[in-house]
């Protein structure tokens, strides 16, 4: 069984720093697509940064130049190291990993329970 636990949320000022992490632990051949998306009070869960196996990345336009993910494909990691917080990025974030248990298995996306991101003015 695959899991996806994540840390690091918490409560900061406007102007702060926070960073997530994330570990995937369990039976998989290989992680394809790791990212971080959030879900702020009466809103729809959204992408805000996605880093594939190779390096390549892409961000939430709202978070560019302030966000930054990174991984570690041998520890099956995911961060995100969040700077210049702003009201705005409030937030339950939860990460997420798109692999295959096997090698001949589907490709799937799975989630970590969350972690919430509250920034106060």
């Known amino acids: 069984q695959v899991q996806l636990v994540e840390s690091g949320g918490g409560l900061v000022q406007a102007g702060g720093s926070l960073r997530l992490s994330c570990a995937a632990s369990?039976?998989?051949?290989?992680?394809?697509?790791m990212g971080w998306y959030r879900q702020g009070p009466g809103q729809q869960r959204e992408l805000v940064a996605i880093?594939?196996?190779?390096?390549?990345?892409n961000y939430a336009h709202s978070v560019k130049g302030r966000f930054t993910i990174s991984r570690d494909n041998a520890k099956n990691t995911v961060s995100l190291q969040m700077n210049d917080l702003k009201p705005d990025d409030t937030a339950v974030y939860f990460c997420?990993?798109?692999?295959?248990?096997?090698?001949?298995?589907?490709?799937?996306?799975?989630w970590g329970q969350g972690t919430r991101v509250t920034v106060s003015l």
């Open positions: 997420n990993a798109a692999l295959r248990t096997g090698w001949n298995e589907p490709l799937i996306d799975y």
């Open positions: 369990g039976t998989f051949d290989s992680i394809y697509a």
């Open positions: 880093i594939g196996s190779g390096g390549g990345t």
